[in-house]
């Protein structure tokens, strides 16, 4: 049994997990091997590969909906008390949350898993970015030199040729964006509530931005097709809950570099599910942006190193 030390932030009982980088390690590829799954079966539902194909609204309805069930009855078993949340903060990161989530859906049924998940890895870059302007933070020349090569390699993808040009791309591109976005309003989140309950508020509040969204475009999905988006929910449960408790036991910088794990399963899953080959532009397109990622995640260990944080 693992020790920990309690002690109370913002008002509310937290836990100081202790540090465990190896189990982090293995905590964060699992998540990756989950977040592939996702795209996989939200490819699966929004081609003809399942029956009529669904909106990518629909199956974010589906994303968030199991979720939140899997997420409340966690919640349930653990006599999880929920705090007075953050409302604001809540409402904007889910709110970009699900319509990064559905960009991504909406890209995966046109483009290859390889390339619509190496795109979203710029989420971090977008970040950096956006919190020069929203959180007054500098940047210095190693992050900007990240943030070129990431951006590159998305370019790259995109195939800019007049033949070979994948407007769809544009969409993961987007849904990195604003991922990018939500990362800054977690970053403002991070230490005022406890991991589960952001998940649950994350979840709640994205249930219902989906239901209102899907109930636009709604079909009734065949019994496989519901299978298929629960189990999607289910995933992205899991999903969560992993990165967040590897996340909790090792530095960002260390951990972080574990989820570009979720390209090599993306990639495995598309060829097993589409028998779609990853072709030498996807390969140079998608090492670039991690060359550019890993670069940014290694110099901001250096600058936490640094600080002593």
Sequence with gaps: MQKKDWHRTAGQMQIETKQNPALAAILITTASVFIAATTLFAKALGTEAL????HPMQISFGRFCFAFLAISSAVIVLRFKLQKPQWRLHLGRTSFGWLGVTLMFASVAYIPLADATAITFLNPVFAMLLAIPLLGERVGPWR?????????????LLRPGPSSFQPAALLALAAALVMGM??????????????????WFNNALGLIIASIAASTVWQAPTPTQ??????????????????????????????????????????????????????????????TILSGAALLAWREGRLRAKSGN
């Design 51 to 54: 029956g009529t194909p669904l």
């Design 226 to 287: 519901w299978l298929a988006l629960a189990g999607l929910g289910i995933l992205m449960a899991c999903a969560q809950a992993c990165f967040i408790n590897g996340m909790a036991r090792a530095d960002a910088s260390f951990a972080a570099p574990f989820s570009y794990a979720t390209l090599i399963f993306a990639t495995l899953y598309d060829f097993i599910g589409f028998a779609k080959k990853p072709d030498l532009i996807t390969i140079a397109g998608a090492a």
């Design 182 to 199: 939500e990362l800054i309003l977690i970053k403002k989140l991070a230490g005022q509530e406890s991991p589960l309950q952001v998940l």
């Design 144 to 156: 900007w030199l990240a943030a070129f090569v990431a951006l590159l390699g998305a370019l790259i």
